[in-house]
């Protein structure tokens, strides 16, 4: 996502929008970070707050809470008071947007928002729509998001304010109104999926079940920063996921013995792309955060290895020897080399290209 822009993160209970948002709230290129807890948990808002007390700010040397607004409207507080909440946040970051700050603001989640509208719109006697929810829930989610901006300020300067929302469907029920209205007005959508979350699969963003409108300016800005292939592994790496999902039910039905030579090596691509690009332990010290150069590399590494392996089988080397190479540094990169060592992670992908030259039909 750009900076000015809007994502929703919709995910069932337990499917990690919090830990996603905190880190988000972590590490993100933002001056200020206003952060709405709203309805959810106290423990949660608790846990933000000395987490970011705790934390040493990487661009100042201060405290991140030191550039933090934090809004609480936790689930044991005023139903009526949330629905303010959600609009005194972004009521804050204008006010530093107008500074000529980057502000990003953080609700999670936006469903306990809404649910506050629903209560509000019954106990006034407006009459209900869809599941209860007042007939102008569409329009009050479009205000909220729509107020996301790049601008140029009175004074001249740059500012903006980006949206990040969660929303949690009762059930996991992704049609529900809520989910349903917030993907109509949103740039972003980073849906998170229940069964990457039980394989732990972290973050469990699902490839196929999400998008984003900021491609081309994100591309765009890559190229700028003087990555011009930027565009081209992002292609490449959702054409490995979404063939390997193909490939998946195949492999279920008549096992992946079955499969000639070239399908093998996409299932494998897809393998390698998910666990050495995708994934992302929150925990680890040096995987929490990966800086724009490494997660070029990284993808790079992930597609040069894919490649020499097509190029192994296509010359009549069978499968099986290219899947029993160890593949470990690669996978094992993101962990190992720190947030922006993009040469640590070439280093690796080196060594895995050097075990594959040995293979031998
Ligand atoms: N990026 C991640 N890295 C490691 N563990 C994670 C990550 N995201 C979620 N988890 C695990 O999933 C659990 C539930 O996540 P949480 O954010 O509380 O879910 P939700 O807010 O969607 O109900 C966390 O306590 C954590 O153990
Ligand atoms: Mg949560």
Redesign the pocket.
């Known amino acids: 996502m750009a900076r000015g822009s809007t994502v929703a993160v919709p995910?069932?209970?337990?499917?990690?929008?919090?830990?996603?948002?905190?880190?988000i709230a972590k590490w993100c290129d933002a001056d200020v970070i206003v952060y709405v807890g709203c309805g959810?948990r106290g423990n949660?808002m608790a846990d933000v707050i000395t987490e970011l007390s705790e934390l040493r700010d990487p661009r100042t040397g201060g405290r991140l809470a030191d550039r933090t607004v934090t809004i609480a409207n936790t689930s044991n507080m005023p139903m009526m008071a949330r629905e303010a909440s959600v609009h005194t946040g972004m009521t804050v970051a204008e006010y530093f947007r107008d500074m000529g700050l980057d502000v990003v603001v953080i609700a999670?989640?936006t469903s306990r928002w809404a649910e506050a509208l629903r209560e509000f719109a019954s106990r006034t006697g407006a009459l209900p729509a869809e599941e209860g929810y007042p007939a102008g829930l569409a329009s009050a989610i479009a205000a909220f998001y729509e107020r996301a901006a790049a601008v140029t300020t009175l004074g001249g300067d740059r500012g903006s304010v980006t949206v990040i929302g969660?929303v949690?469907p009762p059930g996991g029920d992704l049609t529900e109104p809520v989910t349903a209205h917030t993907e109509r007005f949103v740039r972003c959508l980073w849906t998170?999926d229940r069964d990457l979350?039980y394989a732990?699969h972290?973050?469990?963003v699902s490839w196929a079940g999400s998008f984003s409108r900021d491609v081309p300016v994100l591309a765009a800005g890559h190229r700028a920063a003087g990555d011009p292939q930027w565009s081209r592994h992002r292609d490449r790496v959702g054409a490995a996921l979404a063939e390997a999902d193909r490939l998946a039910d195949l492999v279920d039905l008549i096992g992946i013995a079955a499969l000639p030579a070239r399908e093998r090596v996409s299932v494998l691509a897809g393998r390698l792309v998910r666990e050495g690009v995708l994934q992302?332990?929150?925990?680890s010290e040096r995987d929490a955060y990966c800086g724009p150069e490494k997660t070029a590399a990284l993808a790079d590494a992930v597609l040069a290895v894919v490649d020499r392996c097509r190029e192994l089988v296509d010359s009549g080397v069978p499968a099986t020897s290219v899947e029993d190479v160890d593949f470990g540094p690669l996978l094992r990169a993101r962990e190992d080399t720190g947030p922006h060592d993009a040469a640590g992670v070439a280093a690796r992908r080196d060594a895995v290209l050097a075990g594959l030259g040995e293979v031998r039909p």
């Open positions: 995910g069932g209970f337990g499917t990690g929008k919090t830990m996603l948002l905190q880190q959810e949660e999670d989640s969660a949690s998170l979350a732990r972290y973050p469990a992302q332990s929150a925990l």
